[in-house]
């Protein structure tokens, strides 16, 4: 579904990944992304981050978008799909690898397993052909930080705590740092807002666009809901999937979650109501600045 024309002045984005249905975490961040954008007359954009088939749930991309829709929610300009991007990736890819940049790895999990996904450089300087094995970036040992909206400043040594990381895989599939970065750039993303799961993946995507010469976007990461026993609530573990009918209580529970106030009489209002309320109101220094937030304790 798209919206009306909105100011390019802020270019946000929500990108769910097909692996299951939305569930009350997924409501969670595209509930945060689209108010932060529409709040101040952004754009909101819509990216399906389907890299990788293998784990792809047969019909989840059409129940994500129909949930979306059920839900109010709006979208600017058409549905972008990381599968239909291969070509972009393998470009850069390439230069990345020509100009000595990144390697080709053949080590194997089993191999890796003592590491604790710190990669040790096994393969640096060993020259292997790209065929047949994954791709990793070098990174150098220094340390990146960034101004999270929400959480504050955070910092990674990228030697010390991520190491060399993947750029493409083994069985040929693009990973999501890579092309998180050039899909954020060529859709001229200025602001993300997503979950907390995926900070500390930030470091490394700021060392991606400055090597490439990318826009730098700000971040903001809004609180993960766990369940009681410590478990992430996501699509694996038994997170029931976003229905139709329950859409008003549960953006009022998500908005809850994200620090916000909406009054009593929204109990008995339509979803996009409840995210007109959203937009007029919405006050992002209001979000818990917590990595977590227990799923029982959002009832």
Not at 69 to 84: K, P, T, V
Not at 213 to 230: A, E, S, T
Request: with cysteine; aromatic share 8%; hydrophobic share 40%.
């Amino acid at each position: 579904m798209t919206a009306s024309t909105a100011s390019p002045a802020y270019v946000g984005r929500f990108a769910p990944t097909p692996s299951g249905h939305l569930h009350f975490g997924s409501l969670v961040a595209a509930l945060a992304s689209y108010l932060d954008a529409r709040a101040v007359g952004g754009r909101w954009l819509l990216r399906m981050e389907d890299l990788d088939p293998p784990r792809e749930v047969p019909g989840a991309q059409a129940a994500i978008l129909d949930a979306l829709e059920r839900y109010g929610f709006e979208w600017d300009g058409e549905l972008i799909r990381q599968s239909e991007r291969h070509d972009a990736y393998a470009q850069v890819l390439d230069r990345l690898f020509s100009q000595g940049l990144a390697y080709a790895c053949t080590c194997s999990r089993k191999e890796l397993e003592a590491y604790h996904g710190v990669y040790p450089g096994l393969c640096r300087n060993l020259g292997h052909a790209q065929e047949n094995a994954a791709i990793r970036l070098r990174v150098p040992e220094l340390s990146y930080s960034f101004q999270d909206r929400v959480q504050g400043e955070l910092r990674q040594h990228l030697g010390r705590e991520a190491g060399d990381f993947v750029i493409r895989r083994r069985d040929g599939l693009y990973a999501y740092q890579l092309a998180v970065v050039l899909d954020d750039a060529w859709q001229g993303v200025t602001d993300i807002v997503r979950g907390a799961d995926l900070l500390d993946s930030t470091p490394r995507q700021l060392y991606l666009q400055e090597l490439l010469g990318l826009p730098q976007p700000r971040y903001l990461h809004v609180p993960l809901i766990i369940q009681p026993d410590g478990n992430k609530l996501g699509k694996s573990y038994r997170s029931p999937p976003l229905t139709g009918d329950q859409a008003t209580p549960l953006l009022l529970r998500a908005l809850r979650t994200l620090g916000q106030k909406p009054p009593a009489e929204l109990e008995q209002a339509t979803p996009r109501e409840v995210l007109d309320w959203g937009i007029g109101h919405w006050d992002a220094t209001l979000i818990p600045r917590v990595a977590t937030l227990a799923e029982a304790q959002l009832h």
